[in-house]
């Protein structure tokens, strides 16, 4: 694992953060509106405890490398919130470094901090890269998800 840190997002990423969200969507084959941008940067740098938290994963170099946005919200079978890791995403030239597990583990530890009582997160079933480290830091869980139609 190279040098890498592990911080919250600050106002001057937007640029960085902007490009590595990007090819996240780009990766899921999707994209959103210059308003979703604004608004979930927005969202991001808001000091709300139930609001979305970002996370930025920097190389030895400074140069951002990965993202994570987790949320803190209540559930019915626990007193203590859950954490939803929503996004996780690794620049492609930087997979490999440990990047996303640090990424994941600084995510735990905002819970273990706060107090939750589960991290979970979700992911579409032909992301194999992804999955053969969710499997080494997750658990599967046997729940299918559904949307409305």
């Given amino acids: 694992m190279t040098n ?10 937007e ?5 590595l969200w990007t090819g996240y969507l780009e990766f899921y084959e999707t994209s959103v509106s210059e308003e979703v941008y604004e608004v979930t940067f927005a969202r991001l740098l808001s000091e709300e405890p139930n609001e979305f938290h970002g996370l930025i994963a920097l190389n030895s170099d400074g140069a951002p490398i990965g993202l994570t946005h987790y949320l803190f919200h ?7 919130n859950v954490v939803y890791l929503q996004d ?4 492609p030239a930087a997979r490999g470094t440990g990047a996303g597990r640090a990424l994941i583990e600084a995510v735990y530890a905002a819970a273990d901090e706060a107090g939750a009582a589960n991290v979970y997160w979700l992911t579409q079933d032909f992301n194999a890269t992804a999955r053969q480290l969710y499997d080494r830091i997750g658990q599967v869980s046997p729940f299918i998800k559904y949307n409305r139609r």
């Fill in 4 to 13: 890498l840190t592990v911080r919250p997002l600050e106002v001057a990423d």
């Fill in 15 to 19: 640029p960085q953060w902007r490009r």
């Fill in 74 to 80: 209540r559930h019915c079978w626990n007193i203590a």
């Fill in 88 to 91: 996780l995403y690794v620049d």
